[in-house]
Nanobody, 127 residues
Framework: VQLQASGGGLVQAGDSLRLSCAASERTNSILGMGWFRQAPGKEREPVAAIGWNIESTCYVGSVSGRFTISRDNRENTVYLQMNSLKPEDTAVYFC?????????????????????WGQGTQVTVSS
């Protein structure tokens, strides 16, 4: 399975963006999906995660209340609605697939428990 993130761009502080991540093929093996981000010179950090067949979401504190993760099981696509964007949200955003159901039990998520990383999409927020 390959994951492709899209929807990034250059916006101003306070604007919104919606990221999408689609699996390259239909699969019944998805347990959950997560969004991570990496800013220049920084380590990859978790953003949000969602269970695929369970009602479970996770948000890191810095995005809670501003970002919303959702999914379309039929299309094997996960979305990240980002509102009230801030310059500190600037990063490359990646989506990844949970490798085990236990991957969703940690909030924030551990990126080592996710795999099948896509190429990422750049989000740049100007002040």
């Amino acid at each position: 399975v390959q994951l492709q993130a899209s929807g990034g761009g250059l916006v101003q502080a306070g604007d919104s963006l919606r990221l999408s991540c689609a699996a390259s093929e239909r699969t019944n093996s998805i347990l959950g999906m997560g969004w991570f981000r990496q800013a220049p010179g920084k380590e990859r950090e978790p953003v949000a995660a969602i269970g695929w067949n369970i009602e479970s979401t996770c948000y890191v504190g810095s995005v809670s209340g501003r970002f919303t993760i959702s999914r379309d099981n039929r299309e094997n696509t996960v979305y990240l609605q980002m509102n009230s964007l801030k310059p500190e949200d600037t990063a490359v955003y990646f989506c990844a697939k949970a490798l085990d159901i236990r991957s969703l039990q940690s909030c924030p998520m551990n990126h080592r428990e996710f795999g099948y990383w896509g190429q990422g999409t750049q989000v740049t927020v100007s002040s």
